[in-house]
């Protein structure tokens, strides 16, 4: 019995590390400076509910939550780099895994997601 314990929890030990270094190439995680560079031209993201969206967003940030995603793929442009965030970082991670499976290319995340965030922020 320990035996297959072991065994199993080997084998999902391995599947997150393979998850995590596959993930790293596509998705690119970014510094919040690094972030700042680049997101104003780029499609930001916002993957939280909208009631997180609400209390605070980062500005000009559009809300599609993850669990949305799929059924509005089409609101996002291909040709055009994605910038997403969330709160701490999974769920971006979790979105820029379904962005990729659909032919996206050029994905990135904020590191530390939206709690880390310093910059200018907007609340409704």
């Not at 393979?18 to 560079?37: A, G, I, M, N, S």
């Not at 500005?59 to 799929?70: D, E, F, M, S, W």
């Not at 997403?84 to 820029?96: E, F, H, I, N």
Request: charged residues 30%.
């Amino acid at each position: 019995m320990l035996t297959i314990l072991i065994f199993v929890l080997v084998i999902l030990i391995a599947v997150t590390v393979f998850r995590f270094f596959k993930q790293r190439t596509y998705l690119k995680t970014l510094t919040e400076d690094q972030f700042r560079e680049g997101y104003r031209k780029a499609q930001l993201i916002d993957v939280r509910e909208p009631q997180e969206f609400e209390k605070g967003h980062i500005l000009g940030a559009r809300n599609i939550p993850v669990t949305q995603l799929k059924q509005r793929l089409v609101e996002l442009r291909k040709d055009k780099p994605v910038y997403l965030y969330c709160q701490s970082g999974s769920r971006s991670g979790r979105a820029a895994q379904l962005l990729h499976k659909k032919g996206y290319e050029d994905i990135n995340q904020l590191q530390g997601g939206f709690k880390k965030w310093t910059g200018k922020v907007k609340k409704k």
